[in-house]
C-alpha cells in the first residue's frame, strides 16, 4: 500500500502510537491550521518505529519565515512550555517551535520547521 504522507488519515489505520497520533493531531487542528504550509508529519512515528521517547515532527514548506511564526505563535502559545526560535541548518535559516500536549500521561512535543 502506497502512502500519501501528506494525509495523515493513514495514522488511523495504524499501531495504538499513531491512532493516538491522528487523534491528537485532529484535536489540535495542526494540519488545518498549518494547511497552507503542506504539513508532513516525519520521524518514528509514521514509519513505525518509534520508541516511547519519540516526538511529533512536522515539516512544513515555508517561504515567509515571519509569517509563518506569527501564525504559529499565535495558535500555539497557549501550550506548555512553548518557545520558538530560529536556526540555521545545513546553510538554510529554519524556525523551529516547540511545544508541549499533555496526553494518556505522557507529554507530547511538536517540533514545526521549515523544509
Given at each position: ?32 491550521i ?17 520508541i ?64
Amino acid at each position: 500500500m502506497e502512502v500519501n504522507w501528506h494525509d495523515i488519515t493513514y495514522l488511523k489505520l495504524g499501531n495504538e502510537r499513531q491512532r493516538n497520533t491522528h487523534s491528537v493531531l485532529n484535536k489540535l487542528k495542526i494540519f488545518k491550521i498549518l494547511r497552507e504550509y503542506n504539513p508532513t508529519l516525519v520521524g518514528t512515528i509514521p514509519l513505525e518505529i518509534d520508541i516511547s521517547e519519540s516526538d511529533l515532527d512536522i515539516i512544513c514548506e515555508v517561504y515567509d519565515l515571519e509569517e509563518y511564526e506569527e501564525l504559529v505563535i499565535r495558535s500555539f502559545n497557549k501550550y506548555d512550555n512553548f518557545h520558538i526560535k530560529r536556526q540555521t541548518v545545513k546553510g538554510l535559516l529554519t524556525s523551529l517551535a516547540y511545544f508541549g500536549y499533555r496526553t494518556k500521561n505522557r507529554d507530547t512535543y511538536f517540533l514545526c520547521h521549515r523544509l
